[in-house]
C-alpha cells in the first residue's frame, strides 16, 4: 500500500507560522504531483497548494504570499510553510499525492493523508 502520512497541526496565534510535513511511502514509482487541501467546518474542500515533479508550484488566492510548498523530492516529503496565519485558515489540511505504483506506472493514482487540524486563534 501507498501511505500519506502528515503531521504538524495545532494550536497557533494569529500572525504566527505553522510548517506541515507529509510523506509518501510505500510502493512508488514515481509521484507527478503532491499538494496541500483543506477543509473548515460547514466549507467544501479547497485546493490550498500543490507542485508538480518539474516544480510547477500552484496557490490559493487566499494563501498567496503566506504560505510556501517545499520539498525534499529523495524523501517523498512536502511541506506546507504557512507563515502569518489568520484565524480563517482554521480547517483540517490534507495531504495529496498524485503518483504511479511501482506495479502499474502507466496509471496515475490519487491518494489522500488523514488530515491534521490547524487552529488559528488568539
Known amino acids: 500500500q501507498v501511505q500519506l502520512v502528515e503531521s504538524g497541526g495545532g494550536l497557533v496565534q494569529p500572525g504566527g507560522s505553522l510548517r506541515l510535513p507529509c510523506a509518501a511511502s510505500?510502493?512508488?514509482?514515481?509521484?507527478?504531483?503532491m499538494g496541500w487541501y483543506r477543509q473548515a467546518p460547514g466549507q467544501q474542500r479547497e485546493l490550498v497548494a500543490t507542485?508538480?515533479?518539474?516544480?510547477?508550484?500552484n496557490y490559493a488566492d487566499p494563501v498567496k504570499g503566506r504560505f510556501t510548498i517545499p520539498q525534499d523530492s529523495a524523501k517523498n516529503t512536502v511541506y506546507l510553510q504557512m507563515n502569518s496565519l489568520k484565524p480563517e485558515d482554521t480547517a483540517v489540511y490534507y495531504c495529496?499525492?498524485?503518483?504511479?505504483?511501482?506495479?502499474?506506472?502507466?496509471?496515475?493514482?490519487?491518494?489522500w493523508g488523514q488530515g491534521t487540524q490547524v487552529t488559528v486563534s488568539s
Open positions: 495529496n499525492a498524485d503518483l504511479k505504483h511501482r506495479s502499474s506506472d502507466a496509471t496515475l493514482f490519487r491518494y
Open positions: 510505500g510502493s512508488i514509482f514515481s509521484i507527478y504531483a
Open positions: 507542485i508538480t515533479s518539474d516544480d510547477s508550484t
